[in-house]
T-cell receptor
Framework: EAGVAQSPRYKIIEKRQSVAFWCNPI?????LYWYQQILGQGPKLLIQ????????DSQLPKDRFSAERLKGVDSTLKIQPAKLEDSAVYLC?????????FGPGTRLTVL | GQQLNQSPQSMFIQEGEDVSMNCTSS?????WLWYKQDPGEGPVLLIA?????ELTSNGRLTAQFGITRKDSFLNISASIPSDVGIYFC???????????FGTGTRLKVLA
């Protein structure tokens, strides 16, 4: 069974630029999560989708972050404009019910 | 906000030794997940726990869901060099599909 796919794996941008990340969850998984993991910390939930609807985006900085999950499958997370403190690994996870399965993440460096 | 206290923060042990780590919180959880994360990779699910008091093993790993539903522990027996990595607990908040992650336990195994 294919795992969660994410791209790109690495991205370096300058502050105030825009960036987008893509996630393809495990086939059949209704729930999709985006997490931010700052170096030395555990993942922090940004947004949770159930099919193509948002379940929880309470910790998403909506002034600069946006996410969508069209057709309830793939998802994109966008940051516009990026700040230095956005440097982190962005992890996508999908779940059929209770267990979450993570992708390899996208490491973002903002200069 | 909800927090998960994970300890110890880091451990240096000799190959062959047993390891124990735990997560505690003031919140009650439905499900506990334990993950291992290697550098540059996403977290990999090790064990899932679904009810209070449950004790589950996966090879040399054993995890328990605390009877109060506020804590969980993970034991690794007879550690080997490939056990090196960061271990995270994640608790699913009651009534939600939302997970809160611990701060991680960094394990180093000395051969």
């Amino acid at each position: 069974e294919a795992g969660v796919a994410q791209s790109p794996r690495y991205k370096i941008i300058e502050k105030r630029q825009s960036v987008a990340f893509w996630c393809n969850p495990i086939s059949g998984h209704a729930t999709l999560y985006w997490y931010q993991q700052i170096l030395g910390q555990g993942p922090k939930l940004l947004i949770q989708f159930q099919n193509n609807g948002v379940v929880d985006d309470s910790q998403l900085p909506k002034d600069r972050f946006s996410a969508e999950r069209l057709k309830g499958v793939d998802s994109t997370l966008k940051i516009q404009p990026a700040k230095l403190e956005d440097s982190a690994v962005y992890l996508c996870a999908s779940s059929p019910s209770d267990e979450q399965f993570f992708g390899p993440g996208t490491r973002l460096t903002v200069l | 906000g909800q927090q998960l206290n994970q300890s110890p923060q880091s451990m240096f042990i000799q190959e062959g030794e047993d390891v124990s780590m735990n997560c505690t919180s003031s919140s009650i959880f439905n499900t506990w997940l334990w993950y291992k994360q290697d550098p540059g990779e996403g977290p990999v699910l090790l064990i899932a726990l679904y009810k209070a008091g449950e004790l589950t093993s996966n090879g040399r790993l054993t995890a328990q869901f605390g009877i109060t539903r506020k804590d969980s522990f993970l034991n690794i027996s007879a550690s080997i060099p490939s056990d090196v990595g960061i271990y995270f607990c994640a608790g699913q908040l009651v009534g939600t599909y939302k997970y809160i992650f611990g701060t991680g336990t960094r394990l180093k195994v000395l051969a």
